[in-house]
């Protein structure tokens, strides 16, 4: 019947099928019981092997060391499963115990001898084979392994293998495998693996000329065959003699034919450095700060060849300059200066952070720490590098970030985002401290020019004239900020500074009245009633300990230089006129310091003290001269131009009175900086009073007459100014709440601060004839 034979059909294919299954189940529980065979075979054995050394006689160093070693090639002889987990066989157990004896052979012997055991994994390029089984990661996990076991050898091993071309090749060879995928499963022990070759290499430092590959020397590209071949060897019975020892390659010729210092190419790959900055990119925080610690080893080392190599070869300077530039451009278009300038100094690679914490703090805070991190590391780097690639790396980070960055974020007309970049600016320049990328974003700001300025060629360089008129900006925030980045830069290791700001303008004293002797009207300034004796102060008594004085303080010669008119008779009567024509210069009835106690000129004299001797401390090593240029080697007759720096200094000081008090306080602390600088010319035209300028010339005493000419014309139209005088000055102080407004409170604290800075300047003045005083013979 068909539907009969339908259904003895269905059941025969049913049949069919169930049988398969069956089969398949079968097969499969089959293979699943060899495998936990062969897992419980590998345990047994190992344990049985463990037993076996436990129980029996203790075999020579070599002979174990060899029957380990012969442990791990008899498993590619004897398995058949090379799918099977290393971790599963006995290779990691040989391994280390080959370690161990190879540590315990050296420590029984003298230091820098060779014992048999070393002797047989050279000559029988035991590395090299381990790197061939790491590359091809057979068994799975391989790789690993063999990354674990380089690292402990060069670690534990005392005495120097990298001059070995046994070690160094196939090293060599294992760095290249390192950081050529991106979150690999072995990325930690790549890590540590290329690090400690990094430390071998900074004890050594000339062993890195063996790590510089020829371009031209293409690393071998194994076929199947030569791969097979490699295993034969690997496999092959141990006759006692290594290719090494062969006559027709003997070893010295291998090393100078394959890894022979390279110090005239400069076609060489660094593949040190190429796995380093791969592993930079990782997802891993530790992985990254590892990698970077590597880089400033490796930047350090002071071979030529390296620094060269480093810099040309390799792709450090993009990492440095890129990623600042990424963590840069992640930062909030406007900021607040206060936070910028406020946040937490932040080393690199230990920046903790919580961003529900730091978002609440103030948005952008994460982002900043993380660009000042960078940065502080760029810094860093560049400090520790080898000069020549210092000053590779610092070009490009001007080049690749301040100019192509920076310099249109402060050449902006946006006045929020000129504040921002300005507070970035000033906080970069306050962490910097290699001394290449200082001088790097020095000629960024300031350029390079040298000569002395003109009043015609202020605008050659946009950026430099931009910032200083930013000192005079209507914002007065921009204008804060601004004086505030200068202020930073004065106190700078960097002598281009200077001089490019001041001193170059200043370097022939054309700004002295070019005239006869005889043809000079004489200055009578005599000894105020209201002198103060300077010499009774006991930080600057005839007391002093040697350790408290400035030793080799010779800027300012035996004696204070003056103008040839003013008479030398007694250098104490000279520093005592100096000090007083600053104390005087405000009128007693624009005083109202001494109503208050604790606010005498005598308070300024420790902050000068310290401060002064900081000063002298960063320009010892400059060739600042003792005393002024000679006059009759000066061009009196070439006009003077103070400078684009002093002009708007001057011009912000002469409006003390109309200016906020922000304002006042930080236009006087950038020319307190000034004045504190060991420098002949600019403390004789700072501080000295008694120059004869030539016409049309002014100095810093001269703007300050002219402010007090103009206080006494206005102090007579504001009633009771003495009462309102000093209530502003408590109220400034904290001593009195602030209540009722009152009138020509500007013009107020502008006296306040005039009478506070002359004291500053009298005070400046004497602790630098008292540094000069007590270093004279």
Known sequence: ?????????????????????????????????????????????????????????????????????????????????????????????????????????????????????????????????????????????????????????????????????????????????????????????????????????????????????????????????????????????????????????????????????????????????????????????????????????????????????????TDLCELLTDRLVSFYKALPPSMDPLDIETVESVNWGLDVYNLKEDAAVFTGKRALISFLSWLDY???????????????????????????????????????????????????????????????????????????????????????????????????????????????????????????????SLEERNFLENKPQEEREPLENGQPHDAVDLEEDPLFGDDLSPDSRLSGSDWFGSSPQHSPDHAKSDGKTEVHKIVNSFLCLVPDEAKSSYHVEGTGYDTYLRDAHRQFREFCGICQRWDWRGNPKPLEKCNLDMAFFEGHFLKVLFDRMGRILDQPYDVNLQVTAVLSKLSLLPHPHLHEYLLDPYINLAPGCRSLFSVIVRVVGDLMLRIHRIPDFTPKLLLVRKRLLGLEPEGVTIDHSTLLEGVIVLEEFCKELAAIAFVKYHAAASSSP
């Open 378 to 504: 760029c810094d860093q780097l560049i400090k520790e590098a080898q000069k020549s690639a210092a000053a590779v790396m610092a070009k490009a980070v001007r080049e690749r970030f301040f100019v192509s960055v920076m310099e249109p974020q402060l050449m902006q007309t946006s006045e929020v985002g000129i504040l921002t970049s300005t507070a970035l600016l000033n906080r970069i320049v306050r962490q910097v401290t290699s001394e290449a990328l200082l001088q790097e974003i020095v000629y960024f700001l300031l350029g390079e020019d040298k000569e002395a300025e003109t009043a015609a060629a202020i605008v050659q360089n946009p950026l430099r004239h931009r910032l200083i008129e930013h000192c005079d900006h209507l914002s007065d925030e921009i204008s804060i900020m601004t004086l505030r980045l200068f202020e930073q830069l004065i106190q700078k290791p960097n002598q281009h500074i200077l001089h490019s700001l001041v001193l170059r």
């Open 1 to 313: 019947m068909p539907g009969s034979l339908y259904e003895t059909s269905n059941l025969e294919r049913g049949g069919n099928n169930r049988k398969k299954k069956i089969e398949e189940f079968s097969r499969s529980s089959r293979e699943k019981l060899v495998q936990s065979k062969n897992k419980m075979f590998s345990k047994f054995t190992s344990i049985l092997q463990h037993a076996v050394e436990a129980l029996a006689p203790s075999l020579p160093l070599q002979e174990d060391f060899v029957y380990h070693w012969k442990g791990i090639t008899h498993y590619y002889i004897e398995t058949s499963d090379d799918k099977a987990p290393v971790t599963d066989t006995n290779i990691p157990s040989h391994l280390e115990q080959m370690l161990d004896i190879l540590t315990q052979e050296e420590a029984e012997r003298e230091s820098g001898e060779t014992g048999p055991c070393m002797e047989y994994l050279l000559h029988h390029k035991i590395l090299e084979t381990l790197y061939t089984l790491g590359k091809a990661d057979c068994p799975p996990g391989m790789k690993q392994q063999v990354l674990t076991f380089y690292t402990k050898l060069l670690a534990h091993i005392r005495q120097p293998l990298l001059p070995h071309i046994n070690v160094h090749r196939p090293v060599q060879k294992l760095i290249r495998l390192c950081g050529d995928v991106l979150a690999a499963p072995t990325e930690n022990e790549e890590i540590q693996f290329l690090c400690i070759v990094c430390a071998k290499l900074k004890q050594d430092p000339y062993l890195v000329n063996f790590f510089l590959e020829n371009k031209s020397k293409r690393p071998e590209i194994k076929s199947p065959a030569a791969t097979e071949g490699v295993m034969e060897s690997v496999l092959a019975p141990d006759t006692g003699q290594s290719q090494a020892d062969h006559p027709g390659q003997p070893q010295a010729a291998a090393a100078a034919s394959t890894s022979s210092p390279t110090n005239n190419n400069n076609t060489n790959n660094y593949n040190l450095v190429t796995s380093l900055l791969n592993l930079t990119k990782s997802p891993d925080g530790r992985i990254v700060v590892k990698a970077c610690e590597g880089l400033m080893l490796l930047v350090s080392l002071p071979e030529p060849a390296a620094a060269r190599c480093l810099t040309e070869n």
